[in-house]
């Protein structure tokens, strides 16, 4: 009943040319996937170029972050509307590199979501667990403080709309993926947070996917687990055959 959604984050790679180039590669590569939703998440300074290409396909364009104010004196940053602007439907929030690198918290997530929301962007909502926490046994808690923090009074109507991407932080580029067990019990335990805080009907129509080194080798299994509804693919996602791979992950 959930749709599965895989999804590229290209993060801070590829000039216009590349991105262009992967992006044609791409249309043709997966025209005509109709059970699988696909996007990709190139860096801003090529958006609209890459949308001109993947505009009337099955590709869907995706940003990697937004600001929450649509527009005024905030220097470096992009809103909502821009990214729409640009032909985004889609907004990565929350990603671990921004939480580790750039200083996003909860309450700027909440933020973000929210902007999103507002301009008619569907966000993927990351979270995900550390290394440290997850070995001194604070998995849970860690993703539990993120969800509640992030969904901070958005309402039911806005929450049946999200995508949540759960990345933990140490199987993302490391080549170390969680095994479908580790994944499916997490994803499990955000489903019922989700169920908690906005009903069991809402809990299971949110997709929930899974991100940290999937790769063609490993999304099939990852895929079996009843509460994995997708992955966000890093590096996999940066060549048009192993991206092609995962996304016909089903043949
Ligand atoms: P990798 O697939 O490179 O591990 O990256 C995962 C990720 O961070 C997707 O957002």
Known sequence: MRKPFIAGNWKMNLTTREATALAKKLVESLAGVTQVEIGIAPVYTVLPAVAAVVRGSNVQLLAQNLFWVDSGAYTGEVSGPMLKDAGCSH???????????????????????????????????????????REQGRTFAVVERQVKGGLQDIPATDAAKIVVAYEPVWAIGTGKTATPAQAQEVHAQIRSLL?????????????????????????????????????????????????????RFQG
């Open 195 to 247: 169920a908690r805080l906005y009903g069991q009907e809402l809990a299971d129509q949110v997709r929930i996917q899974y991100g940290g080194s999937v790769k063609a080798d490993n999304i099939a299994e990852l895929m079996q687990q009843p509460d994995l509804d997708g992955a966000l693919v890093g590096g996999a996602s940066l060549k048009a055959d192993s991206f092609t791979a995962i996304v």
């Open 91 to 133: 907004v990565i929030v929350g990603h671990s590199e921004r939480r580790q690198h750039f200083g996003e918290t909860d309450e700027s997530v909440n933020k973000k979501l929210k902007a999103a929301f507002a301009s008619g962007l569907v966000p993927i909502f990351c979270v995900g667990e550390t290394l440290a926490e």
